[in-house]
């Protein structure tokens, strides 16, 4: 079985520019969950998605966006972006009551 | 707030010795899920072991095993005769659960990264 895989695996942006990053999670899970992980501040919970709902958010300014497609796929959009985003994006699934599952991640530099 | 510590930011052993990595977390739910993930090198969380606030039944895997004590908020992980192999960043989750009883997001600890040499 195919786990959960993201796209791509490294982005070179410029400040301004927006970035889409791109996660397919484990067939059957209906939840997508997205993290980021920057240097200096730990892995924190972006957003939350579950049968193309958005059901969540953590702490980010709404120029970080998404989206979840009828396949459960899932896009993370970001906006204007800023030196500040460069980190690793990772993406998670899930189904029903069990843990999450994470992708290998999307390194987003912004120059 | 939920709120995940990991005092310790990183330990070095040599192979075959035990190592036990801390973890101590606050909630206010009484019912949350706690998580342990190994980050290798290549950057992809690998799961390594869930538990329920319900269930405070120690777990024994291979060479690894956890122990959860609700009454001190810990949730600590033991290498047994750790391996080069084990050398990685671990990091201990904590997830709320939401209106259904499903654990949804992660709180995570900064992590401990665990050197193992020969």
């Known amino acids: 079985e195919a786990g959960v895989t993201q796209s791509p695996t490294h982005l070179i942006k410029t400040r301004g520019q927006q970035a889409t990053l791109r996660c397919s999670p484990i067939?059957?899970?209906?939840?997508v969950y997205w993290y980021q992980q920057a240097l200096g501040l730990g892995l924190q919970f972006l957003l939350w998605?579950?049968?193309?709902?958005?059901?969540n958010r953590g702490n980010f300014p709404p120029r970080f966006s998404g989206r979840q497609f009828p396949n459960y796929s899932s896009e993370l959009n970001v906006n204007a972006l800023e030196l500040e985003d460069s980190a690793l994006y990772l993406c998670?699934?899930?189904?029903?009551?069990?843990?999450?599952?994470f992708g290998p991640g999307t390194r987003l530099t912004v120059l | 707030a939920q709120k995940v510590t990991q005092a310790q930011t990183e330990i070095s052993v040599v192979e075959k010795e035990d190592v036990t990595l801390d973890c101590v977390y606050e909630?206010?739910?009484?019912?949350?899920?706690l998580f342990w993930y190994k980050q290798p090198p290549s950057g992809e969380l690998v799961f390594l072991i869930r538990?329920?606030?319900?269930?405070?039944q120690n777990e024994i895997s291979g060479r690894y095993s956890w122990n959860f004590q609700k009454s001190t908020s810990s949730f600590n992980f033991t290498i047994t005769a750790s391996q080069v192999v084990d050398s990685a960043v671990y990091f201990c989750?904590?997830?709320?659960?939401?209106?259904?009883?499903?654990?949804?997001?992660?709180?995570f600890g900064t992590g401990t990264r665990l050197q193992v040499t020969l």
């Open positions: 998605y579950d049968e193309g709902e958005e059901r």
């Open positions: 067939s059957g899970h209906t939840s």
């Open positions: 538990r329920n606030s319900f269930d405070e």
């Open positions: 909630t206010r739910d009484t019912t949350y899920y």
């Open positions: 998670a699934s899930q189904q029903g009551y069990n843990e999450q599952f």
């Open positions: 989750a904590l997830s709320e659960a939401d209106f259904t009883g499903t654990a949804s997001k992660l709180t």
